[in-house]
Nanobody, 121 residues
Framework: QVQLVESGGGLVQAGGSLRLSCAAS????????TAWFRQAPGKEREFVAA????????RYADSVQGRFTISRDNAKNTMYLQMNNLKPDDTAVYFC??????????????WGQGTQVTVSS
């Protein structure tokens, strides 16, 4: 069982940066792939980035490639998402998830509550 808590969201102007954190508790975090998803109002939850349990593999959505960086520190049971050059289209609630290394929502068993990111133009 893994519990996840996101933090670091907020309001930022276009072109700015934010760093999201996902703190995990419970057993299994260091042996589980983790990912970030986001959901904008009226839209389905979409994949943002994923990282394998040992951080050897990462994958990004085309829309964030080159702007966002996913990382994790298993010693601290924490995952991060560094977001640079933010755009208004990045506005959404961002969720962290733990499960199978995948781009699909259904492959992740554990979810955080989400943190709001708002990018103003």
């Amino acid at each position: 069982q893994v519990q996840l808590v996101e933090s670091g969201g907020g309001l930022v102007q276009a072109g700015g940066s934010l760093r999201l954190s996902c703190a995990a508790s419970g057993r299994g975090f260091s042996s589980t792939a983790t990912a970030w998803f986001r959901q904008a109002p009226g839209k389905e939850r979409e994949f943002v980035a994923a990282i394998s349990w040992g951080a050897r593999r990462t994958r990004y959505a085309d829309s964030v490639q080159g702007r966002f960086t996913i990382s994790r520190d298993n010693a601290k049971n924490t995952m991060y998402l560094q977001m640079n050059n933010l755009k208004p289209d990045d506005t959404a609630v961002y969720f962290c998830a733990a499960g199978k290394y995948s781009v699909f929502v259904y492959d992740y068993d554990y979810w955080g509550q989400g943190t709001q990111v708002t990018v103003s133009s």
